[in-house]
């Protein structure tokens, strides 16, 4: 009994992630989007809710996207039920010492290319529009300055949460892949760990680039009254630092082993990759919200596109 219980918050949590990545991706899915808003504004019409119909188009999607999941998961733990009851913990490390492994991250890699100047066009488009005058920037800006004084002080000498998070962002990554966590270990002087049954080089890599904390606050943002928005971003200020310390402090390529694994040149590509990304949707959402974090995913498209169209003609 309790592990359905785990393994139904497991569902719930993971669902609520997706849907609300999805939900920040929409014009990435057109099709997806304008029926989720066709049927969101139907939703809102016949109930009379006072809600938006951004926030009930999250809900819808959640709803949808949880129906997907759990689908999804009892298929493939029928379909792997005798692996399952034989588990044993599974070295990630071993298969990517494999030809199959080395010949998939060329091909990544040449695939990360035009993405990398995609992304970073976006990204410098971005700084470019950078003003402290703006309320919202202002007070982004401030936490983040705030919270690197207190990271120079006084954080910077423990590692105990900055190991916890990275930890919990491999888990975090492997539960969005249905890869089960096994065990879990962090100690502040030792280090920390973690057991999976499975995994690729997004869970193994995530921690470089993944901002968890800046991410898992975003929903808050929809709930919450616009009075009250300097000081949310106040907060988001502050985590991107905190982000941004424990990451340069964590990236290291030589002793690293999750990188080490991967290999050097791929992981650089994936690392860069991941926080062109990762910095570019927080530093639209300040400017704008969600509609500006997701411009700017439309953004980096459009620039993929003008890049192609570029080199065909």
Partial sequence: MKQKVISFLSYIFITVFVSFVMFLVKPLFPSFSSWLDSLSTRIKSSLNLALSVQLISLITALIFLLFVYILFVVIFNYR?????????????YERYKNPVFTTMKTVLIILFIPLIYAYGRALFGLIQRFDITSN??????????????FWLLIL?????FSTFEH?????VLALLFFRRPRAFYVHEKEGGWIMLAGGNFIITLGPYFFLTLCLFILPIYLVIQPQFYPYFLLLMGALLAYHTFSTLRETDFNRQTDIIFNGKIFSAFVILLGN???YGYILAFVYGGF????????????????LYQAIVH
């Fill in 80 to 92: 792997q039920k005798e692996r399952l009851a034989e588990f044993k913990v599974i070295n990630i």
């Fill in 136 to 149: 919202r920037v202002f007070f982004f800006s401030l936490g983040f300055i705030v919270f690197t004084v």
């Fill in 156 to 160: 910077r000498k423990y590692s105990f």
């Fill in 167 to 171: 930890e919990f962002t491999h888990m």
């Fill in 276 to 278: 062109l990304i990762s």
């Fill in 291 to 306: 509609e500006e974090g997701r411009a700017f995913f439309k953004g980096g498209w459009n620039e993929l596109i003008m």
